[in-house]
């Protein structure tokens, strides 16, 4: 661990002696356009003010203030080689990595044109496949652990370098639509605000860096404010240089950000030591915000006239427009001429922008799933092939749901070396001398479903992960945003709220925001459900409408084993990230046990399967309740000879209308059927749709049986009168069907 700090009597002005021709490996060339990138930045922000006083532009956030940080780690790190995820300041070091400032207006207008999202991100939502810059999203701190997996997936590239070739035979997947690029000694930079060192996630990232040694380099732009609140508000000490001093195995720069110089200088450190393989850096830089926070905020109802002509002070532009006249490296001429060039280049730019076309209205649903590979498709129908026998002649015995994830899991591994899995407790066991020395067995998953795979695959493609559910599912997304196809587990849904953010706000938004610049097809595996007699509150949710409410994620929910085989081969193979819902009551039940169905077996999204077919009543439903929805219906058929039709929806979204429609065409009569609480439930948008669309054909009201709408409850007397029972179910069908 080593830690820098200069002196807060500036480099610049230390270094004002004319004898060093080079100021910390800086040309004077370099430090011209450095001058050149810092100016530009600052005149796009004024450009950009006037033009949304003049309703030209819809939004405007500057980087003002924050133009020599971001100008130098532009110079210290490799554009195009190096991975960045900037945030909403950092317009100065997009500039140094090769944005134009055409482009910057383009998406200030919202132009169909605006290579970062086509109109449909803010201004300074900076996204450049091309350059490694990273589509940036608007939540403070969401970045930081992507950029964590993006590290992470980088180091994995490098030591599995075989894994980033897209197979050239054998069926489709996701590999042949992601060209995958790394280099050995890759850099990931990040930043974030001094405010946004106050998110958790921040903490989480840090702690997964430090873990793995990771090559990131965190900067801190410490403008002393977030909005209206004061650094000493926001971090305890008002330091964050001495509250993250702890960290193992970091780096550590605290430098005056509104100098180039000295900020190139502790970049070129913190780079040195990343590319060193040494672990990650952190840059805490002191900058100034002279504009308010946005132009939504007045920043002299909360800050006086004294303090921010000291800021005024230490304005970046004109201290360094100072210090090459200083230093003789340009005179007044040659400082206007500057000036003059850029000034007319964006005035062109402007002009161009404004005659930019918008976005097609039409447009508005492309790009939220793959447009290369369609999970609804024929490519993921491929037949069951079944050994009828084993090795030594015996009959296969039908295996549990546990079973087959596990085997599927094993052969997709085995088929592609893309595929990473982590989580809490998945790994046999992290301590590996164990296992060497037989010492232990391993463990494998709470429910043992990733058992074996870590001593048949190796540390590095299974592994446990901090206990931080963010950190899971952002670090996912870092890496699958490079390339890989984490398949990652969330030990129980009751635990997935802690990465809701990167569920909602990152993981689903990424194709759709950067207009298909950027993909992240992952797969999140999680434990759900209740009906466990003693699970409670907090081992028993369900909320898989809360996942299928947002665009951008599949989401599924198989109901037996070979359903689980197919569909999670299917979403380790597809091109769109999925949440993959897995039920803890059914993976060892014995209703729904399969022989399994080969390395190939797949089901495509969207295809419900009808469980038994009727003609008197259709019930819907998914998960759990199938095997009790079956039950009640047989009872029914036996009792009162009513043919039940049960269609199993398994793919959540997409969903199977035509079944449902074919369905009712033939019965005339609905139920939706799902335990989850009853109240703004999945079952109540599908019911909502029957109302709409299959009017007509009703010869009796859409009806629900679902949990109570409270929680679910220890003691198992309370349980069953809270989840939908077999009875509930047999009750509803009976009534409906003599309507
Ligand atoms: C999760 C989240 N909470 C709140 C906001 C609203 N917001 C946008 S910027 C900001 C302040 C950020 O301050 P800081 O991290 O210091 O960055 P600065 O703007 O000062 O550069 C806030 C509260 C947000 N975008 N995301
Ligand atoms: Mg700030």
Redesign the pocket.
Known sequence: MATSKTDPKLALAANGAKKSRFYEGLTREQLIQAYRFMYTSRRIDDREILLKRQQKIFFQMSGAGHEAVGVAAGLALKTGYDWFYPYY?DRALCLALGVQPYQMFLQGVGAADDPSSGGRQMPSHWSYPALHIVTQS????SQILQAVGCADGGRYLSHHPSAAQAPTSGSPDYRQFKSVSFQNDEITYVS?????SS?GEFWEAMNTAALGKLPVIFCV?D?G???SVPVEVQTAGGSISRLVSGFPNFHFEEVDGTDPVASYAAFRRAAKYCRAGHGPAFVHAHVI?PYS?SLSDDERLYRPESERERDAQRDPVTRTQMFLLREGILDDKGINQLEKEVEAELQAAVDRALEALPPAPESVMQHLYSPDMDVTSSVFDTPAIVAESSSDGKKVAPKTMADLITATLRDEMKRDERIVIFGEDVADCSREEYLTHKLVKGKGGVFKLTFGLQCEFGNDRVFNSPLAEAAIVGRATGMATRGLKPVVEIQFFDYIWPAMMQLKDELPTIRWRSNNGFSAPCVIRVAIGGYLTGGAIYHSQCGESIFTHIPGLRVVFPSNALDAAGLLRTAVRCDDPVLFLEHKRLYRESYGRAAYPGPDYMIPFGKAKVVQAGTDLTVISYGAVIPRALQAAQKLEREQGVKVELIDLRSLNPFDWDTIAASIAKTNRALVAYEDTLSWGYGAEIAARIADQLFDQLDAPVRRVAAKDTFVAYQPILEDAILPQPNDLYLAMRDLASY
């Open positions: 300041r608007s939540p403070t701190g974030l605000g001094d405010g946004t998110e732009e403008n404010y977030a909005i915000r926070h």
